[in-house]
C-alpha cells in the first residue's frame, strides 16, 4: 500500500510541465510562432544540448512524484500509519542505490573504506586496518585482484549495449520519418547519416548513444560499486547527485513562472497606461532593485527561518518543511529578479503603443484590456521567452551560493549547493575527499552548459536584432 | 548639470525610505521582536522575562510605530522604528546583536574588501577587453569561434569551483601561496595574489563575451566602413575608432559597480577567510545578526544609488553627445 504525496513544489512542476505541453500544441497550428522554433531545431549544438535537457527533465520529473509506503500494522483492525520518509519515482528506479549505506567516506570503485577503523580480528587482537566495504564490490568476493577486469568487462558490455540501444534508435526514428515523407526507410537512414535532413538527426542520436553509454554504464557498474563513492555518512554520492538535480531544476523554473505574472502584468501595464501607473510601478521596481539581490534573499529567509521555528507544528514531515522552504525561495528569487523583465517589457509596451496597429485598434474602440492581452501581449512574447531562458542557468547556479552563503534551501535537501557547502571541509582533509565536489561539479556543469548553449539559440531565433543583422548578410 | 545630480539625489529619497519600510517589515512586522529574542535564546523553556530582558539590552522593547506612553515628539522618536530605521539615514547604524557598534566595524572592514576588489575589476577588465577584442578581430575565423565556445564553458562553471579549485590547485599542491588569510603591511601581496587571479579568471567567460557584443556592434557601423574606405590600417580601425567608442558601455558598466566594491564579494572573502564586509555580512548571516544585515542592505542600496548617479556623470564624460538636463 502506498500514499501518494503532492507537495506545493510537485504541483507547480506538473502545472508548469502541462503549461509547456499547451503551448507547444498550440504552437505547432501557428506558422509564425513555429518559424523561429524551426530555426532553433536545424542548429546541431542546440538539439544536442535538447536532448541533455530533455534527460534531467525527466529525472526531475521522475523524482517529483512522491509516495509513502504503507507500515505493516500490528493487527488488521488498526489504521494503516505510513512511513515518515518520503520516497519518489526516481527511488524505485535507481533500485538499491538508496539503501546501499557503507559506514563513512570511500572512494569511487572502492572496495575498502577512506579512512581506518578499528577492527576486531577473529583471533581476538584488534588492528586498525580499512575495513572492507559492506557492499561496494561485494560481489567480488575475495577475488580483489579481478576488480580491474571486472571493471573493464562491465564497460565493454554497457558500451556495447548502447551502441546497439543507438543503432536501434536510429532505426526506429528512420522508419517513422520514412513514413511521414512518404520514402523508403533505407533511403530515410541514408540521408540521416549524410545530414541531409532539416532536424541534425544525426547529432540526437550521437548524443542519445553517448547519454544512453552513460545510463548503460551507471546501470552496470553502480550496482555492485560506488560509482562516485560515498559521503562523510556513507550514502552514495551518485544517488545524492541524481536527487539534487530536481532541487536544480525547480529553482530554475518555478522562480520564472512564479515572477512572469507579476512582471508581464506590471510592465505591459507601467507602459501602457503610463501617468502615475507608470510612477508607482517604477518606483517599486527601482525600489526592489536598489536592494543587493543576496542580502535581500538574505533577509527574507531569516525571517522564514524564525517564523518556521517557531511554528514546528504546520509541516507533518521535514520533506514538507524543506518543501515551503524551497517554495519560498523561489518567490524571493522571483521578487528579486522580476525587476529586469519588467523593465525590459515597460520600454517596448512604451515603444508598442505608439504603432499603427494599435492606434488603429483604438480608433476602433477596442477596450484596454483587450488592447494589452490579444495586441501588446502576444508582440512582447519573445522578450519574455528570452529572458526565462537566459535566467534558467544563472538561478542553477545562484542556488549553489545561496547554500553556501546559509540562505538557499533546507540543509536536509538534496542539492549541489548542500553537497559543495559540505565539499569545503573534505578539501581540507588529509588525503583530500575530492568525490563529492566532483559530481557536483559533474553534474552542474552539464546542466548550465546544456542551458546556457539552448538559450543562447533560443535568444538568436527569437531576438529581433540578431535577425535582422542575419538578414541583411 | 549641478541642478541635476542635486535632483537625482532628491529622487533618491523615497527609494531609500521604501528600502528602509520594507525592511522594517521584513524585520519587525513579520516576525515580532518577542519571535526573534526566542530564536537567539533557544527555542524551547524561554522565560517571559528572558525575553524581556534580551529585548531590553538589545533595544527592542519599545513599540513598533507609535509610543503611546511618551510625551510630544517622542511619540514618534521613542519607538523600535525610529530607533533601527529612520537613524540609518545618518548613518549610525547602532549596536549589533552581539553589542558591537556596527559603524565602527564597517569602517575598519571596507579597506581589505577594497584591496580585493580594486585589482581584480581592473586586471579583469583588462584581460577581458584583451580576449574581446582577439575574437573581434579574428570574427567568423575559428578563433572566434572556439573563443565563444570556450567562454561558454567557462561561464557554465559556478564561482564556488573557481575558487575551490583554485585554492586547491595553487595553494595547497603547488604551495605558491598560502590558501587563506589576510595581513596588513609588505606581506599583504602574498595573500591577495590568489583571490584577485581567481576572480579574475571567473569573470573571464562572461565578461569577454559581453566585451565581444560590444566590438562587434562598433563594427558594424558606418562611421568604421568609413574609415576603411579611406584606406586606414587595420589596427588604427580597431584601436581607433572601434576601441575607443566600444568603451563607452564597458565605462558605464564598471562605473555603476564601483560603489559597490566597498561591500566586497561574499564567496572570495568567506572562502579566504579576508576581514572585508563581504565576510561580514556573511558572519551575520550565519549568526542571524539581524542588526547588522539591515544595516548592510541600507548601505548596499545607499551604494547602488550613488551607482547609478556616477553612471549619468560619466556618460556626459565619455559621450558628449549627451547633455544631462
Known amino acids: ?473 | 548639470m549641478f541642478a541635476y545630480i542635486i535632483r537625482r539625489v532628491a529622487y533618491a529619497i523615497p527609494i531609500l525610505i521604501g528600502v528602509n519600510v520594507l525592511t522594517f517589515y521584513l524585520f519587525f512586522v513579520v516576525n515580532s521582536p518577542d519571535d526573534m529574542a526566542r530564536m537567539h535564546l533557544g527555542q524551547k523553556r524561554v522565560t517571559p522575562e528572558a525575553i524581556e530582558k534580551w529585548k531590553a539590552s538589545h533595544g527592542y522593547n519599545k513599540p513598533l510605530l507609535l509610543n503611546r506612553d511618551a510625551e510630544g515628539s517622542g511619540r514618534f522618536t521613542e519607538t523600535i522604528f525610529f530607533d533601527k530605521s529612520v537613524r540609518l539615514f545618518a548613518f549610525d547604524f547602532g549596536y549589533s546583536d552581539e553589542g558591537r557598534d556596527i559603524g565602527h566595524d564597517i569602517r575598519q572592514r571596507m579597506l581589505p574588501s577594497l584591496a580585493i576588489a580594486v585589482p581584480a575589476l581592473l586586471l579583469g577588465l583588462l584581460v577581458n577587453i584583451t580576449f574581446a577584442l582577439l575574437m573581434a578581430f579574428f570574427r567568423g575565423t575559428y578563433v572566434d569561434v572556439s573563443g565563444v565556445i570556450l567562454c561558454v564553458i567557462l561561464m557554465s562553471i559556478s564561482g564556488m569551483f573557481y575558487i575551490i579549485g583554485g585554492q586547491y590547485l595553487l595553494a595547497k599542491l603547488f604551495r605558491l601561496m598560502p590558501i587563506s588569510g589576510y595581513d596588513v603591511g609588505p606581506d599583504m601581496v602574498r595573500y591577495l595574489v590568489l583571490p584577485v587571479v581567481i576572480g579574475v579568471v571567473s569573470g573571464i567567460g562572461s565578461g569577454s563575451r559581453w566585451y565581444r557584443t560590444f566590438f562587434l556592434e562598433e563594427a558594424g557601423k558606418d562611421y568604421v566602413r568609413t574609415a576603411r574606405a579611406k584606406g586606414l590600417s587595420e589596427s588604427l580601425v580597431q584601436f581607433r575608432h572601434i576601441l575607443r567608442n566600444a568603451l563607452i558601455p564597458i565605462v558605464t558598466g564598471v562605473v555603476v559597480v564601483l560603489p559597490l566594491l566597498f561591500m566586497g564579494s561574499l564567496l572570495t572573502e568567506s572562502f579566504f577567510a579576508i576581514p572585508g564586509l563581504g565576510s561580514y555580512t556573511i558572519d551575520a548571516i550565519r549568526n542571524q545578526d539581524f542588526a547588522v544585515v539591515r544595516a548592510m542592505v541600507f548601505l548596499g542600496t545607499v551604494l547602488y544609488i550613488i551607482g547609478l548617479i556616477l553612471v549619468d556623470i560619466t556618460y556626459t564624460i565619455v559621450d558628449p553627445r549627451v547633455r544631462l538636463t
Open chain 1, 1 to 473: 500500500m502506498i500514499k501518494p504525496v503532492i507537495l506545493w513544489t510537485d504541483a507547480l512542476l506538473f502545472l508548469l510541465t502541462a503549461l509547456v505541453v499547451v503551448f507547444i500544441f498550440y504552437a505547432r497550428r501557428k506558422p509564425h510562432i513555429r518559424r523561429p522554433w524551426q530555426r532553433i531545431f536545424q542548429g546541431r549544438i542546440a538539439m544536442s544540448s535538447v536532448v541533455i535537457l530533455l534527460a534531467f527533465i525527466v529525472i526531475g520529473l521522475l523524482d517529483s512524484l512522491h509516495y509513502r509506503v504503507a507500515l505493516e500494522a500490528n493487527d488488521a483492525a488498526s489504521e494503516t500509519h505510513y512511513a515518515i520518509e518520503v520516497l519518489s519515482a526516481l527511488d524505485v528506479l535507481t533500485g538499491t542505490l538508496r539503501t546501499r549505506e557503507e559506514k563513512s567516506y570511500s572512494a569511487p570503485f572502492a572496495t575498502h573504506l577512506y579512512i581506518k577503523e578499528n577492527v576486531d580480528l577473529p583471533d581476538g587482537g584488534q588492528a586498525r586496518i580499512y575495513p572492507r566495504l559492506e557492499y561496494g564490490g561485494r560481489h567480488l568476493g575475495d577475488g580483489l585482484d579481478d576488480k580491474a577486469a571486472d571493471i573493464a568487462r562491465r564497460t565493454g558490455l554497457s558500451l556495447l549495449q548502447a551502441v546497439l540501444a543507438g543503432a536501434l534508435l536510429s532505426l526506429l526514428l528512420a522508419l517513422a520519418l520514412a513514413r511521414r515523407h512518404g520514402c523508403s526507410s533505407k533511403d530515410m537512414l541514408q540521408r540521416i547519416f549524410t545530414r541531409r535532413t532539416d532536424i541534425p538527426w544525426h547529432i540526437m542520436l550521437l548524443t542519445l548513444t553517448l547519454l544512453l553509454a552513460v545510463i548503460f554504464l551507471v546501470i552496470n557498474l553502480a550496482s555492485v560499486y560506488h560509482v562516485l563513492g560515498t559521503d562523510k555518512v556513507g550514502k552514495d554520492v551518485l544517488y545524492l547527485s541524481l536527487k539534487s538535480i530536481r532541487t536544480g531544476l525547480l529553482i530554475g523554473t518555478l522562480t520564472t513562472l512564479v515572477m512572469l505574472p507579476f512582471a508581464i502584468f506590471m510592465g505591459i501595464m507601467a507602459g501602457y497606461a503610463r501617468g502615475w501607473i507608470d510612477d508607482v510601478v517604477q518606483y517599486i521596481y527601482t525600489t526592489l532593485n536598489s536592494i543587493p539581490g543576496v542580502l535581500l534573499i538574505a533577509a527574507a529567509i531569516l525571517m522564514l527561518q524564525v517564523y518556521i521555528a517557531n511554528h514546528p507544528e504546520l509541516f507533518e514531515t521535514t520533506l514538507e518543511r524543506s518543501d515551503i522552504r524551497l517554495l519560498f525561495l523561489c518567490i524571493i528569487l522571483g521578487i528579486t529578479s522580476w525587476t529586469g523583465l519588467c523593465r525590459l517589457l515597460r520600454g517596448e509596451s512604451l515603444k508598442l503603443r505608439e504603432s499603427e496597429y494599435i492606434q488603429a485598434a483604438v480608433s476602433f474602440g477596442v477596450s484596454h484590456s483587450r488592447i494589452m492581452t490579444r495586441h501588446i501581449l502576444p508582440n512582447v512574447m519573445h522578450i519574455v521567452l528570452i529572458t526565462v531562458v537566459l535566467d534558467f542557468s544563472g538561478l542553477v547556479l545562484a542556488e549553489a551560493v545561496l547554500s553556501y552563503v546559509g540562505v538557499g534551501v533546507d540543509p536536509t535537501m538534496n542539492s549541489w549547493g548542500n553537497m559543495i557547502n559540505g565539499a569545503r571541509l573534505e578539501m581540507a582533509r588529509e588525503p583530500v575527499v575530492w568525490w563529492s565536489l566532483l559530481s557536483a561539479f559533474l553534474f552542474m556543469f552539464t546542466l548550465v552548459l546544456a542551458a546556457n548553449l539552448f538559450s543562447d539559440a533560443v535568444r538568436d531565433a527569437f531576438d529581433p536584432r540578431t535577425v535582422v543583422q542575419r538578414g541583411g548578410k
